[in-house]
């Protein structure tokens, strides 16, 4: 939307550029911003075209935070995973997954006519941190018989096939999540229709890199790592104190149901006080 204040012999005119239901915002905006000064050379000397007020500069505004917060959590993720995988390796591998996987969705956006906007690239970020959890488990059980003594390609090969089919369990249950959002309607399904098929097209495209090209890349770059078992002192920590309650769980069964239970009661009872609308507050 564009309002416009046209200013002819002392006295201000007033008008409002909307755009059609199914037009871009910002592509309109840019479009009056060309055909504003080929107007006014058409107009007297005494009439000026001022512009008071472009929603396209917020959106605009958004879209640009949205895209740095998602580079930001994609260097993020990077960094994790190469503090808990301790190899430079198998980080570059599972951290190839990312850019793939978000260039496969604007492949799939593009083909569907999707555009990059607030709704898409918050699906994408959403998205981004569940790239990688397939990827590091193929690399996990790829590494582990390396450990054993096995040569790559047969690493690669057996390691990838026995966690197939729980990842890809795992990515189809995520999935699941999201995808009913594409069967939406009304002025709510023109804003997540969109929201949902991306996360999905990236979803699947992560899939597709663990079982296919993860195990790959790790068949030709891969090499066990001598010192791999020698943790830095931080993740040995955290590793010793999961064992113990992991082991305190297991052996006390009955209280952990009973917690769980009465956690997921109190959950279920917040909901009656959680305010709900349209709009946040903030």
């Not at 993020?76 to 198998?90: A, E, Y």
């Not at 959890?133 to 790559?152: P, T």
């Not at 296919?212 to 030709?220: D, G, K, N, V």
Request: charged fraction near 15%; glycine fraction near 6%.
């Amino acid at each position: 939307m564009w309002q416009i204040t046209i200013i002819a012999r002392g006295l201000s005119f007033y008008t409002v550029c909307r755009k059609e239901a199914d037009a871009n915002t910002v592509a309109v905006t840019d479009e009056i911003l060309m055909q504003v000064p080929v107007i006014q050379r058409y107009l007297p000397a005494d009439v000026k075209i001022h512009k008071v007020f472009e929603i396209a500069k917020y959106i605009r505004q958004t879209i640009h935070s949205t895209k740095w917060s998602g580079i930001e959590g994609g260097i993020l993720v990077v960094v994790v995973l190469f503090l808990f995988l301790r190899n430079f390796r198998p980080t570059i591998i599972v951290a190839l997954a990312i850019p793939f996987s978000i260039i496969t969705a604007f492949i799939f956006m593009y083909f569907r006519g999707f555009t990059i906007n607030i709704m898409t690239l918050t699906g994408i970020i959403i998205a981004m941190g569940r790239l990688v959890d397939d990827a590091i488990v193929v690399i996990e059980n790829i590494f582990r018989h390396l450990s054993m003594g096995k040569e790559r390609s047969e690493a690669a090969i057996i390691g990838a096939s026995e966690v197939s089919m729980p990842i890809i369990a795992s990515t189809l249950t995520t999935v699941a999540v999201f995808f009913p959002l594409v069967f939406v309607t009304g002025i709510s399904g023109e804003l997540f229709k969109a929201f949902g098929w991306v996360i999905a097209y990236a979803l699947f495209a992560s899939l597709f890199v663990a079982i296919i090209l993860t195990p790959m890349m790790a068949s030709r770059i891969l090499r066990v790592q001598t010192n791999y078992e020698k943790e830095v002192g931080w993740y040995h920590y955290i590793r010793e104190r999961y064992g113990l309650i992991l082991n305190w769980c297991l052996d006390h069964k009955r209280k952990v149901i009973t917690l769980v239970c009465i956690i997921f009661a109190l959950s279920l009872i917040l909901i009656a006080f959680t305010p709900s609308g349209i709009y946040a507050k903030i």
